[in-house]
Protein backbone atom coordinates (compact mmCIF):
# COMPACT_ATOMS: atom_id res chain seq x y z
CA UNK A 1 0.00 0.00 0.00
CA UNK A 2 1.24 3.31 -0.94
CA UNK A 3 -0.36 6.39 0.42
CA UNK A 4 0.59 10.31 -0.86
CA UNK A 5 -0.90 13.50 0.71
CA UNK A 6 -1.72 16.57 -0.79
CA UNK A 7 -3.31 19.78 0.02
CA UNK A 8 -0.81 21.16 2.35
CA UNK A 9 0.39 24.97 2.48
CA UNK A 10 0.62 28.29 4.39
CA UNK A 11 -2.94 29.81 5.37
CA UNK A 12 -4.10 32.68 7.94
CA UNK A 13 -5.51 31.93 11.29
CA UNK A 14 -9.09 31.58 10.54
CA UNK A 15 -8.85 29.85 7.25
CA UNK A 16 -9.71 26.60 5.96
CA UNK A 17 -7.53 23.51 3.99
CA UNK A 18 -8.35 20.33 2.49
CA UNK A 19 -5.98 17.63 2.59
CA UNK A 20 -6.33 14.38 0.50
CA UNK A 21 -4.95 11.06 0.88
CA UNK A 22 -4.64 8.67 -2.32
CA UNK A 23 -3.59 5.08 -1.74
CA UNK A 24 -2.48 2.97 -4.14
CA UNK A 25 -1.41 -1.24 -4.11
CA UNK A 26 -3.47 -3.64 -1.87
CA UNK A 27 -6.27 -0.84 -1.42
CA UNK A 28 -8.46 -3.81 -0.51
CA UNK A 29 -6.90 -4.30 2.49
CA UNK A 30 -7.39 -1.29 4.34
CA UNK A 31 -9.61 -0.84 6.87
CA UNK A 32 -8.90 1.74 9.20
CA UNK A 33 -7.38 4.98 8.36
CA UNK A 34 -6.63 8.59 10.15
CA UNK A 35 -4.68 11.38 10.36
CA UNK A 36 -1.44 12.53 12.21
CA UNK A 37 0.47 15.64 12.70
CA UNK A 38 3.72 16.31 14.15
CA UNK A 39 4.94 19.58 15.35
CA UNK A 40 8.50 20.53 15.62
CA UNK A 41 9.99 18.86 19.14
CA UNK A 42 6.63 17.74 19.68
CA UNK A 43 5.72 13.91 19.56
CA UNK A 44 3.30 13.02 16.37
CA UNK A 45 0.00 12.48 17.47
CA UNK A 46 -3.61 11.18 16.11
CA UNK A 47 -5.76 14.00 14.62
CA UNK A 48 -8.59 12.00 13.72
CA UNK A 49 -9.88 8.51 12.47
CA UNK A 50 -12.42 7.04 10.56
CA UNK A 51 -13.30 3.46 10.10
CA UNK A 52 -13.08 1.02 7.03
CA UNK A 53 -17.00 1.87 6.11
CA UNK A 54 -16.79 5.74 6.90
CA UNK A 55 -19.23 5.21 9.46
CA UNK A 56 -17.00 5.65 12.88
CA UNK A 57 -14.94 8.90 13.51
CA UNK A 58 -13.03 9.46 16.06
CA UNK A 59 -11.36 13.29 16.88
CA UNK A 60 -8.58 14.53 19.09
CA UNK A 61 -10.50 17.15 21.10
CA UNK A 62 -8.02 20.03 20.10
CA UNK A 63 -9.75 19.27 16.52
CA UNK A 64 -13.25 18.75 17.82
CA UNK A 65 -15.58 20.55 16.21
CA UNK A 66 -13.03 22.08 13.30
CA UNK A 67 -11.71 19.39 11.43
CA UNK A 68 -14.08 16.71 9.58
CA UNK A 69 -12.41 13.38 8.39
CA UNK A 70 -14.32 11.60 5.19
CA UNK A 71 -13.00 8.76 2.75
CA UNK A 72 -14.54 7.96 -0.51
CA UNK A 73 -13.46 4.24 -1.36
CA UNK A 74 -14.60 3.86 -4.78
CA UNK A 75 -11.49 6.56 -4.92
CA UNK A 76 -8.94 5.29 -2.49
CA UNK A 77 -8.75 8.26 -0.83
CA UNK A 78 -9.18 9.98 2.50
CA UNK A 79 -9.82 13.45 3.03
CA UNK A 80 -9.36 16.10 6.19
CA UNK A 81 -11.21 18.93 5.88
CA UNK A 82 -9.83 21.88 8.40
CA UNK A 83 -11.38 24.92 9.25
CA UNK A 84 -10.71 27.81 12.11
CA UNK A 85 -7.45 26.85 11.35
CA UNK A 86 -5.55 28.17 14.29
CA UNK A 87 -1.39 28.78 14.55
CA UNK A 88 -1.01 25.69 17.05
CA UNK A 89 -1.92 23.32 14.02
CA UNK A 90 1.34 24.03 12.15
CA UNK A 91 2.96 21.05 12.12
CA UNK A 92 3.32 18.02 9.40
CA UNK A 93 0.32 15.95 8.90
CA UNK A 94 0.45 12.33 7.79
CA UNK A 95 -1.53 9.89 6.52
CA UNK A 96 -2.23 6.58 7.83
CA UNK A 97 -3.86 3.25 6.95
CA UNK A 98 -3.72 0.05 8.83
CA UNK A 99 -4.09 -2.95 6.32
CA UNK A 100 -5.53 -6.58 7.45
CA UNK A 101 -4.85 -9.36 5.40
CA UNK A 102 -2.27 -11.80 5.87
CA UNK A 103 -1.20 -9.98 9.38
CA UNK A 104 -2.05 -6.60 10.00
CA UNK A 105 0.59 -3.92 8.46
CA UNK A 106 0.57 -0.23 9.10
CA UNK A 107 1.34 2.11 6.54
CA UNK A 108 2.26 5.97 6.61
CA UNK A 109 2.72 8.67 3.84
CA UNK A 110 5.08 10.99 3.19
CA UNK A 111 3.52 13.87 5.10
CA UNK A 112 2.46 17.61 3.72
CA UNK A 113 3.10 20.76 5.55
CA UNK A 114 0.32 22.85 7.16
CA UNK A 115 1.54 26.38 8.21
CA UNK A 116 -0.89 28.24 9.78
CA UNK A 117 0.19 32.26 10.28
CA UNK A 118 -1.38 34.47 12.74
Known amino acids: VQLVESGGGLVQAGGSLRLSCAAS????????MAWYRQAPGKQRELVAA????????HYADSVKGRYAISRDNTKNTMYLQMDSLKPEDTAVYYC????????????WGQGTQVTVSS
Open 50 to 57: ISGGGGTT
Open 96 to 107: NALSVGVGVKNY
Open 25 to 32: GSTSSINR
